[in-house]
């Protein structure tokens, strides 16, 4: 198993143990929803990992690395973040974890988001 597919399995996992998450694969990627809101998407089909959440806390912290930019289509503009790292490339699976958690945050309704443990 490659790094990427094993970041993805491990992301995917995590994504999905949120509250109500459930998995989708709308033009062909995989979406990790909640009450049908996307608030991951996950890619390794091209060898390298990819992951697309919404950052209303952490943007600007986020584009610093190299492999985050803003999501396309218009969706930069409202605070959603892409990473891209290439085949072969060690991700930072807590650091993506945690950004997948302010996504759901940010994404899911009040009375879920509540659910959530909060960072000390």
Known sequence: ??????????????????????????????????????FAWLDDSDGGLGLTVKLPVSRDFALVFDFAAPAGY?????????????AGEPPDLDLLKRWIAESYGAVAPKKLAALLPVDE
């Open 74 to 86: 218009g969706l930069g503009r409202a605070g959603w973040i892409t990473c891209r790292l290439g």
């Open 1 to 38: 198993m490659s790094v990427a597919t094993s970041a993805f399995e491990t992301l995917r996992r995590y994504g999905l143990a949120f509250p109500e998450a459930e998995e989708d694969h709308p033009w062909g990627h995989t979406a990790i929803k909640v009450r049908g809101k996307t």
